[in-house]
């Protein structure tokens, strides 16, 4: 029988040609397999007829919006995630959800190999191909950009050739990869880390330079996931796609960070992540509200860990799958509403509400009702600074027997 691989499949120039460079190079059928995850455009039919036309023997397509959504972004969101304190793990976050349907797709039309786009300088293809190691360890892994020679002029040259029917002209001079969570571009002038992003970079956010009359939304969240809009309810991928549309109107998520790859490049990349950042700004603050501050403290450790993990691609490593465990523990009580103020390219919180608080008005008040008795405190610090008092007394009298 013929061997077959399955092929992660974008419908754009280098996949589509991929199809019948593979074909040519290997000997093998081709399956293109297209995994809807948000990133808008044509429709997963058109992907699909098209994927056919260009030499496919099978095209397997998936609207993986919600299960992307629900069980890739949300974890992302009771995790904070922010990379470098600032990426939102948008690609990172993709990946595995795409690996899950490759690999599903492998098994169901009997393919040996799995196959990508990716360069062999990005942390994609590590994310890709970890994954299908992990989820389906007797499957191989090829990559026509970066195994099998397939440049950007050869893919153009073949596609004339072959009369591919996908257009080579546009020349775009940006690599953007975009899903419901979010918007990475990198390369063209972005390279030159001195230049700034032009207008044309940007397509989820408005400029926040002139923005409209702010908007106030007020976010539900229940154990740490959003459940409505301004009191009506939603699904995680509603919640994300309405705040990328507000948040986005008013240049919320505009992010430009040199990133360390895991291949040890250092690259300069430009996100637009609305939703997502509106999102994780209410999450965490309603965390502060309702999470102990021990347990608050060792989250967000555990919180870097698990983003770490995810950049390097180890999305279904016996680690990540622990810190899952811990991090879904610490949002039993995160539940309430955050009222946030989107104007300007900020989300600026303005107010907490929950029944599950750990904020105590008579506790905190200067005012009548006060319960907390500040007698209590003169002996309390006299006991939590001894341990220093001690060590500096005899600091002191080293330095003057010196
Ligand atoms: N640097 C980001 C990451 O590794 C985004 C990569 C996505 N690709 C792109 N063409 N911008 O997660």
């Not at 009369?163 to 546009?170: A, C, D, G, R, S």
């Not at 699904?235 to 291949?263: F, K, M, S, W, Y």
């Amino acid at each position: 029988m013929t061997d077959r691989i399955v092929l992660a499949y974008s419908g754009g120039l280098d996949t589509s040609v991929a199809i019948g460079w593979i074909a040519e190079a290997t000997g093998a059928e081709v399956i293109a397999v297209a995994v809807d995850v948000g990133q808008g455009g044509e429709s997963l039919e058109t992907i699909r007829q098209r994927a056919l036309d260009c030499g496919a023997v099978e095209a397997y397509v998936a609207d993986a919006r919600d299960e992307f959504a629900t069980e890739y972004c949300m974890p992302a969101l009771k995790a904070n995630a922010l990379y470098m304190d600032a990426y939102p793990l948008v690609s990172a976050v993709s990946r595995p959800v795409i690996v899950k349907h490759l690999v599903a797709a492998a098994q169901k039309f009997g393919a040996t190999t799995v196959s990508h786009g990716c360069t062999g300088k990005g942390n994609d293809q590590v994310r890709f191909e970890v994954g299908v190691q992990t989820l389906g360890p007797e499957l191989k892994c090829i990559a026509p950009v970066r195994d099998l020679a397939l440049t950007r002029d050869k893919a153009i040259a073949y596609a004339e050739a072959k009369n591919l029917p996908i257009v080579t002209t546009k020349k775009n001079p940006f690599s953007i990869d975009q899903n419901v969570w979010g918007r990475a571009v990198e390369t063209g002038f972005l390279e030159d880390i001195w230049n700034a992003p032009t207008k044309d970079v940007y397509d989820y956010t408005a400029s926040p330079e002139f923005p409209p009359v702010a908007d106030e939304v007020v976010i539900t969240f229940k154990e740490g996931i959003p459940v409505a809009i301004d009191g009506h309810a939603v699904t995680p991928l509603q919640a994300i796609e309405q705040l990328n549309h507000r948040a986005g109107a008013q240049g919320v998520g505009r992010i430009d960070i040199v990133e360390d790859r895991l291949v040890g490049i250092k690259s300069r990349e430009i996100y637009e992540a609305p939703g997502a950042m509106a999102l994780i700004a209410a999450h965490k603050e309603l965390e502060n509200v309702t999470i102990e501050r021990e347990q608050a403290r060792f989250k967000k450790t555990v919180g870097q860990r698990w983003t770490e993990l995810v950049y390097d691609g180890q999305w279904f490593s016996p680690l990540k799958r622990s810190l899952d465990a811990f991090i879904d523990d610490t949002q039993q009580h995160v539940s309430g509403e955050i009222r946030l103020e989107l104007h300007g390219g900020r989300a600026t919180v303005t107010g907490r509400r929950s029944e599950t608080a750990l904020y105590d008005f008579n506790l905190a008040t200067y005012d009548t009702g006060d319960t907390f008795d500040q007698s209590m405190a003169r002996g309390f610090i006299e006991i939590f600074g001894l341990s220093s008092k001690v060590a500096s007394g005899r600091d002191q009298r080293a330095a003057e027997g010196n």
